[in-house]
């Protein structure tokens, strides 16, 4: 079993092995509901007509977890430009709370290289982002922290979206199970430490407020990205002065 990794790790050593093996070990939590939205995913897209060769291939190179589901509600069997543009934008909007989540990590890519970056960021996910926000918060530098939690997420995610695709609609719909609960309860558990009093509650409060409220207002997943702004531009007006 390799060494658990320091929580200062050398500037020489910014991937380290111990740091791979905990981050698999913080994310194993999360693997019975990756799993169940997978095959979720994979039997979705069998239904849809896609061939086993495509919906691997969506899975090993998008790597987009939700927003491949939602692609699957939105897919057709023939497409004009108005629908495909359509599907880019509300995938995009879906996706765009990674910017926000990358931006609060940046100081800690900063110091690798691009090539670095452009590698682990690959298997960036909503997992890796409060894995990484939580170790960095206790003062961890090993960037094998990320890269290990997502290598892990991507081989489980593309092995069980091809176990869905042959097992077909045996797990159409994770809410029937209760198994879409799985991410809110992890995320839950792991913003508890990552608590700063009354006054770090605000952006939350104000960000899941706006959420829902536009959540009411319209369609689609515009909520994502505009309660992701609400409470980051919250947090920045309330922030001290430098």
Do not use: C
């Not at 996706?95 to 590698?119: D, E, H, I």
């Not at 508890?192 to 207002?217: D, I, N, Q, S």
């Amino acid at each position: 079993m390799p060494p658990e990794p320091q929580t200062q790790a050398p500037d020489d050593a910014p991937i380290t092995a111990g740091g791979m093996w905990l981050g698999l070990r913080k994310v194993s939590v999360l693997m019975p509901g990756i799993v169940v939205f997978a095959v979720a995913f994979g039997a979705a897209a069998a239904a849809k007509g896609l061939s086993g060769l495509e919906t691997f291939l969506m899975s090993a190179l998008v790597y987009a977890g939700v927003a491949q589901l939602v692609a699957m509600e939105l897919w057709r069997p023939e497409w004009s430009w108005g629908a495909i543009a359509g599907i880019a934008v509300v995938t995009a909007t879906v996706n765009a709370r990674m910017v926000l989540q990358g931006a609060a990590l940046q100081p800690w890519f900063a110091k690798y290289s691009r090539t670095l970056n452009a590698l682990h960021l690959f298997f960036y996910t909503d997992a890796n982002w409060l894995i990484g926000t939580r170790y960095r918060s206790e003062g961890g530098r090993d960037l094998g922290v990320l890269v290990g939690a997502g290598l892990a997420l991507w081989v489980v995610w593309v092995v069980a979206t091809m176990l869905g695709y042959m097992l077909g609609a045996l797990v159409s719909d994770p809410r029937r199970y209760g198994i879409d609960l799985v991410m809110p309860i992890f995320f839950a558990a792991m913003i508890v430490p990552l608590w700063r009093g009354r006054r770090g509650a605000v952006p939350w409060v104000v960000a899941g407020a706006v959420a829902l409220v536009t959540a009411k207002l319209f369609d689609g997943y515009a909520f994502i990205i505009v309660g992701s702004l609400a409470g980051a531009v919250t947090g920045a007006f309330r922030d001290d002065p430098a």
